[in-house]
């Protein structure tokens, strides 16, 4: 079978064109209206003659639904089964149309073979403005010559990637290729194989792009580190609208991210988190969030673990938040009760334009049954306030004093004493003095059981309280990586000033280096650890490391004057111009590096003379004491010696 070369086929298009153009030198009556007509119906004939020859060359059949709508602007190719080499030949007679702006090839299997016909054929085509290739298995090759059609050119507006078989590894194309491009609005990554790591490289892509608007990312897996990430890059993000994270598997931390990045991001509008495995408990770390949103219009829910509690929430938050915009509220799933009728009522009052779409009426809030006291803890307080003893509150029932009294008469004597214990609590105690169910009270392990019952209860407080504090603990090591996750993402400067200081960016934005979740943090804190200010002079100032190491030299530009500290100091002394100085005042010469410190040469140590004073001063006090004391005994020599 013979091959047909792209270059070849581009210049037999260029001989079909000059034959037209020959021909209508011919005619030289013709009128402006007629030529335009020849011009269309040529294209049209040389486009499919071109379509034609390349089906013929290379062995494949042609598809006449494309030879037929060469006229219009859309043309839907989906589940054709076109492969590599249709789409070959389809790409070979796109190179010169200058009509057609969409393009679908859903479902064509085209692999990645496919995708390299494309990006050649749009390396020349700058017409097409919308292209489908969902389902088409490109894998990660195919992925790598898309990001190369996504960098290079200017004409995509619109790009559907679905289902692809798209891994971890194959965001970082997508992802570098959209790091300059603004110039495609809406991206579907929907149904492919995205995990954690996916979740840096495209929350990288949020950070870095300006100009994208609509994201399809349903039907992946970015879970919790993916989750934190990806919402990391959407808190900086300036121009997404639209976004789709439905069934991603978000869960309580990929909502408090979520929530977390609602507080700064003053774009989004439509936000899908549908089948995120929510609960009640995420949806209200998501609400925190929505309190300080004053843009998002709206917020999808449905099938997620929610109850009328979780709606409660929800509805609470637009009626205490009054500059909030959203509209609609998707919970379909969810059984409400009247109390959220309601409340929603109310709230519409204030909110005219709010939508809420729940499942019905009917729901309810599982109430917790109410705690009771250890029955315990009840007889010993009662005994404590009426200074008795066990065997006084037994004497009456045990006329024999074995110590054990039937059951029944245990039952009956407590009703009829005055301890405050309902039937409830009799039976528990009796459960807990009769184990083996021998009709028998033995009383005599009553202290025991009261201690052992008080130590389950302890027991059980500590169980609550760490799972309380592994929760909260649970909690702050999100929100910690959701920060380092955020200082990665956004582009650092040159310059960075102490801790709530502001930062100039002159550098630009920076590439997202993707880096485990884990090991965030270890180098936010290492960048954190060395501090910079603006100076306008050409010196370098050094400060001196703790324990005589060698001082911290930045590697900066020489219009700048570094520290590795903040300046504290309102004025500092001059120096000599060419020698650095130190943020104490004194030269890092190697001369005085081991030198000490003067008190007059700091102004953090202007304190140190005064405590030098008032030592010298006690010292003097001293002294004179001393001279006193001597000259006492000098006189008393003098009078010994007279009176002798």
Request: hydrophobic content about 35%; aromatic content about 6%; proline content about 4%.
């Amino acid at each position: 079978m013979s091959t047909l070369s792209f270059e070849s086929l581009c210049l037999r298009d260029d001989d079909c064109l000059s034959s037209t153009e020959h021909q209508g030198t011919e005619d030289e009556f013709n009128t402006d209206l007629e030529s335009d007509e020849k011009e269309e119906t040529n294209n049209k004939t040389s486009i499919s003659e071109v379509y034609l020859e390349a089906c013929r060359l290379v062995g494949v059949v042609p598809v006449s639904y494309f030879v037929r709508n060469l006229d219009s602007t859309t043309v839907t190719l989906n589940h054709h089964g076109l492969g590599p080499l249709g789409c070959k030949t389809l790409a070979i007679a796109l190179v010169a149309d200058m009509n057609i702006n969409t393009l679908e090839l859903a479902d064509n299997h085209i692999q990645a073979e496919g995708a390299k016909y494309l990006v050649e054929m749009l390396k020349a085509n700058f017409t097409l403005q919308h292209m489908d290739l969902s389902n088409n298995h490109l894998k990660s090759e195919g992925a790598e010559y898309i990001a190369k059609v996504l960098l290079d050119n200017i004409s995509i507006k619109s790009m559907k990637l679905s289902g692809n078989g798209f891994s971890d590894d194959d965001a970082k194309y997508f992802a570098d290729a959209l790091l300059t491009n603004s110039r495609i609005k809406e991206l579907d990554l929907s149904h492919n194989e995205f995990c954690g790591k996916g979740g840096e490289h495209l929350g990288q892509l949020l950070a870095n792009n300006e100009g994208l608007e609509m994201l399809d990312l349903s039907w992946n897996n970015l879970r919790m580190k993916g989750a934190v990430a990806f919402c990391a890059g959407l808190k900086v993000n300036i121009m997404l609208k639209h976004l789709d994270l439905s069934w991603n598997g978000f869960g309580n931390e990929g909502a408090l991210a979520m929530g977390e990045a609602l507080k700064f991001n003053n774009t989004l509008v439509h936000l899908n988190l549908n089948n995120n495995r929510l609960t009640n408990e995420g949806v209200g770390m998501l609400c925190r969030g929505l309190e300080f949103n004053d843009t998002l219009r709206v917020l999808l829910l449905a099938y997620n673990s929610l109850t009328v509690e979780g709606a409660l929430t929800l509805v609470n938050v637009v009626k205490n938040t009054p500059r909030t915009a959203l509209e609609e509220i998707n919970i379909c799933n969810v059984l409400v009760n009247e109390t959220f009728v309601h409340l929603l009522e109310v709230t519409c009052q204030e909110h005219p334009g709010l939508d809420v779409q729940y499942g019905g009426v009917g729901g309810f809030i599982a109430k917790k049954p109410p705690k009771r006291v250890d029955p315990m803890k009840v007889i010993q307080d009662y005994l404590d306030q009426r200074k008795l003893r066990l065997w006084d509150f037994f004497r009456n029932i045990d006329k024999d004093g074995t110590m054990r009294v039937p059951v029944a008469d245990f039952r009956k004597a407590v009703q009829q004493s005055s301890i405050p214990l309902d039937r409830y609590q009799i039976e528990e105690l009796i459960q807990r003095l009769d184990r083996d169910r021998t009709g028998m009270v033995d009383y005599r392990g009553l202290a025991d059981t009261r201690k052992q019952m008080m130590r389950d209860h302890r027991r059980q407080l500590r169980k609550v309280e760490s799972r309380q504090k592994k929760e909260k603990q649970k909690s702050d090591r999100i929100l910690k990586t959701f920060q380092s996750a955020v200082d990665a993402v956004t582009p650092r400067s040159s310059m960075v000033m102490s801790p709530g200081g502001p930062r100039d960016d002159s550098s630009g934005p920076q590439p997202f280096s993707a880096t485990p979740l884990s090991s965030w943090h270890h180098i936010v804190m290492s960048n954190s650890s060395r501090y910079s200010v603006s100076n306008l002079s050409n010196e370098h100032v050094h400060l001196p490391m703790l324990g005589g190491t060698t001082p911290y030299r930045p590697t900066s530009s020489p219009a700048m004057r570094s520290y590795s500290q903040p300046n504290l100091l309102e004025d500092s002394p001059r120096s000599a111009p060419g020698k650095s100085v130190s943020a104490q005042g004194l030269r890092s010469d190697p001369e005085f590096s081991h030198s000490k410190l003067s008190p007059t040469a700091n102004h953090l140590t202007r304190s140190r003379p005064a405590l030098d004073a008032k030592q010298s001063l006690v010292k003097a006090k001293t002294k004179k004491v001393k001279k006193k004391k001597t000259t006492k005994r000098v006189d008393k020599d003098v009078k010994n010696k007279t009176v002798k």
